[in-house]
């Protein structure tokens, strides 16, 4: 176990900690302005304007890894996944943001070449953009068996078809102008199939017709537009056999496959979201006076900053460790330690942003230092990809199974 950079990944650190610093961190103003306009949902000019640059320099679809296609390694990928998140809007420059490579690597995955080329091909080249539909507003989602949605088989004229119909909700980047291809999770097989092969996921254009997008949810208020989270109904869509991932009942499948790598890319951008924020609290605690002293002198507040720079450190640890076990023994081997850091990583980033606005007094409620913002999405992602409490029941299964071998095998070598 190794966690040292390779000389090819501290030669893109520095590229990516360059790239930051001449062209997103002066541009920031420039993304606020925008999100603040009327004409918020279209593209954000200054990322088109940055994502040439980024490509020209090497920065383009890091997150792609070696199994399929790209150059690096998860535990490669982990530092440089943490320095574009430092700025939420960051990672699209690159081609690195969420929904877009979970999709991208469920295409790669379990796609057909036919598919791969017809969707894949264009979300790597930055040209589209792409949704994830499985979340419902009526059930329990947590739990992925719960779903609603109906996916039927029918025969016509025109050949074969999947007639769907549902809801879904919290659809990430479906607001998105740009966003052609959603993929779609659904029941084919509610009334005979085993209860985690009910569940088959389709490739459905975004004007397919019978699709109506009904609303956008803001979060905290914030519409993060132009990605957007939507809600989304889909009545008589009808898409051809041809669109399912890898066969009827693989949905589930799928779902576990997708999602693994998606969490641990939400951690990595969340350890560089609470680095910045434990930046911006340093900085302010030693500009601000109170009660005749710098806020830094006051206990409480170094107390914080010093347990801050722990968890984050801890939440880096256990990212690289994760990354390093997808790595070597694969996705699946990797399950409790990918949900660890997934319960671990948002709980640090919200503390550690907490304890930011606590510092910048009112101003931290503001927009005017993005820690408002900052803590509306990393509070989001105590649910994304599965809750707190989903990943944690998960852990202890794994753990008491883990223990109890344990116990079952010492037990027999003291009868022996």
């Not at 995955?109 to 036919?114: F, R, S």
């Not at 710098?294 to 450190?313: N, Y």
Request: hydrophobic letters at 40%; a positive charge; one cysteine or more.
């Amino acid at each position: 176990m190794n966690f040292d950079y390779t000389p090819k990944v501290q030669a893109l650190r520095k590229e990516l900690f360059a790239f930051m610093d001449e062209h997103v961190y002066p541009n920031e103003h420039r993304w606020h302005e925008h999100a603040r306009s009327e004409r918020r949902w279209e593209p954000v000019p200054v990322i088109e304007e940055l994502k040439p640059k980024a490509r020209a320099a090497g920065l383009w679809n890091l997150w792609r890894p070696k199994t399929h296609g790209g150059a690096l390694t998860n535990l490669e990928y982990a530092p440089l996944c943490e320095i574009m998140g430092r700025v939420h809007w960051a990672p699209e420059l690159f081609n690195c943001s969420a929904p877009d490579t979970g999709n991208m690597e469920t295409l790669l995955k379990y796609g057909t070449p036919e598919q791969v080329k017809q969707w894949c091909g264009p979300l790597l080249e930055g040209t589209i953009r792409s949704a994830f539909l499985m979340t419902e507003p009526n059930v329990a989602s947590s739990d992925a068996t719960n779903i609603q949605t109906r996916i039927l088989r029918e025969k016509s004229r025109s050949g074969e078809h999947y007639v769907i119909n549902g809801t879904k909700w919290w659809s990430s980047g479906a607001g998105d102008p740009r966003c052609k291809i959603y993929i779609v999770m659904g029941k084919t097989d509610p009334d005979n199939a085993s209860r985690h092969s009910q569940q088959s996921m389709l490739l459905v254009p975004a004007a397919t017709p019978g699709i109506r997008v009904l609303r956008h949810l803001p979060v905290f208020g914030y519409d993060d537009a132009p990605h957007g989270h939507m809600e989304i109904e889909l009545k008589d869509v009808r898409v051809p056999v041809s669109n399912v991932l890898l066969g009827e009942g693989r949905g589930f499948e799928i779902a576990q496959g997708r999602l693994g790598p998606g969490r641990i890319h939400h951690c990595m951008r969340l350890i560089g979201q609470a680095e910045a924020a434990l930046e911006k609290m340093c900085r302010r605690a030693t500009e601000r006076v109170a009660f005749g002293r710098p806020v830094a002198d006051q206990g409480v507040t170094r107390e914080r900053i010093a347990e801050a720079r722990i968890m984050i450190d801890a939440a880096r640890y256990m990212v690289l460790n994760a990354a390093w076990k997808m790595d070597t023994a694969g996705n699946k081997a990797a399950k409790k330690e990918i949900a660890m850091i997934k319960v671990f990583a948002p709980n640090v980033a919200c503390k550690v942003i907490d304890w930011a606005i606590q510092v910048h007094g009112g101003g931290g409620v503001s927009d005017d230092f993005g820690l408002a913002y900052a803590y509306a999405h990393a509070r989001t992602l105590r649910f994304a990809d599965g809750p707190d409490e989903v990943h944690r029941n998960q852990i202890a299964k794994m753990e008491i199974g883990e223990q109890t071998s344990i116990a079952d095998a010492l037990s027999k070598m003291k009868r022996a």
